[in-house]
Nanobody, 123 residues
Framework: QVQLVESGGGLVQAGGSLRLSCTASGRTFSSDAMGWFRQAPGKEREFVATISWSGGKTYYADSVKGRFTISRDNAKNTVHLQMNSLKPEDTAVYYC????????????????WGQGTQVTVSS
């Protein structure tokens, strides 16, 4: 079993930056992928970025590619999401998630989820 805790959300002006962090505890192994998803009011949860735990592969949604960077620190069981050039449409609750098979880019295959952190981008 894995527990995930997000931090780093907040309020930022359009064009600014935020850095989210997610720390995992409990059972982890090298094949676990860690991902970020977001959900805005009235919308479905959508993929943002993911990274393989040991393989070094990363994938990004088209809407954030070139602006967001996902990274990992396996010694601390921590994943980060650096968000630059933020837009009002990035406003959402951001969730960290862990998958035990592959490096999925959709929410359904992820087995464990954090409780989320609010990101608000003002225009």
């Amino acid at each position: 079993q894995v527990q995930l805790v997000e931090s780093g959300g907040g309020l930022v002006q359009a064009g600014g930056s935020l850095r989210l962090s997610c720390t995992a505890s409990g059972r982890t192994f090298s094949s676990d992928a860690m991902g970020w998803f977001r959900q805005a009011p009235g919308k479905e949860r959508e993929f943002v970025a993911t990274i393989s735990w040991s393989g070094g592969k990363t994938y990004y949604a088209d809407s954030v590619k070139g602006r967001f960077t996902i990274s990992r620190d396996n010694a601390k069981n921590t994943v980060h999401l650096q968000m630059n050039s933020l837009k009002p449409e990035d406003t959402a609750v951001y969730y960290c998630a862990a998958a035990t098979l592959g490096v999925p880019t959709s929410p359904r295959p992820y087995d464990y989820w954090g409780q989320g952190t609010q990101v608000t981008v003002s225009s």
